[in-house]
């Protein structure tokens, strides 16, 4: 059965206080890891799609990385502004026809001014 | 800018009530699929379709069903509510593979948050 596990559960920042936000997988197959940004109240966001270990996408202040077991997402000079819950999710290369994903339960983040 | 459109916002629904959930794209995407979302529960599969007619259960199917009779729409159905299935519904689309392995991730909707009572 694929896992995915996120931590911490909740961070609280100092606006400019870099950090790592950590999802550690385990999946028969990686097909893609997958980072989402979600908004209270709202549908996640896609922030970015990785497929082997080394690889790195970046986006703004944030820059995603994969190993063989874990991704990070690193978050650089954070604004309040990038406060949301952020989330990992898994697909793996066993899923036929269509392409569901796996979630972890997501890192609640709070960027203080 | 709205590509997946979930139908209602909020629902407040009785116990032993039909319910349906309506969910719209307009990027002509081959798959949706309807999650939950539960605090501590994380994102949750409950079906999902990679094409008009087609339907395949997640990994907590129990107690919905679904319908997709356009390629553009798929509804969630809750055939006689409970109080265990108040939840925030949230409806996804994507586009299959591309042949090159380049996936552009999911368009999720708003969500709908039900209440069962």
């Known amino acids: 059965e694929d896992q995915v596990t996120q931590s911490p559960e909740a961070l609280r920042l100092q606006e400019g206080e870099s950090s790592s936000l950590n999802c550690s997988y385990t999946?028969?197959?990686?097909?893609?890891l997958f980072w989402y940004r979600q908004d209270p109240g709202k549908g996640p966001e896609f922030l970015f799609t990785?497929?082997?270990a080394g690889e790195e996408k970046e986006k703004e202040r944030l820059k995603a990385t994969l190993t063989k077991k874990e991704s990070f997402l690193h978050i650089t000079a954070p604004k309040p502004e990038d406060s949301a819950t952020y989330l990992c999710a898994v697909q793996a290369d066993s899923v036929g026809g269509a392409d569901g994903l796996t979630f972890g339960k997501g890192t609640h983040l709070i960027i203080q001014p | 800018d709205v590509k997946v459109t979930q139908s209602s916002r909020y629902l407040v629904k009785r116990t032993g009530e039909k319910v349906f959930l309506e969910c719209v794209q307009d990027m002509d995407h081959e798959n949706m699929f309807w999650y939950r979302q539960d605090p501590g529960l994380g994102l949750r599969l409950i079906y999902f379709s990679y094409d008009v007619k087609m339907k395949e259960k997640g990994d907590i199917p129990e107690g919905y069903s679904v319908s997709r009779e356009k390629k553009e729409r798929f509804s969630l159905i809750l055939e006689s509510a409970s109080t265990n299935q108040t939840s925030m519904y949230l409806c996804a689309s994507s586009s299959p593979y591309h042949f090159s392995g380049v996936h552009y991730g999911y368009t999720f909707g708003s969500g709908t948050r039900l209440t069962v009572v």
């Open positions: 999946v028969s197959g990686l097909r893609g």
């Open positions: 990785l497929y082997s």
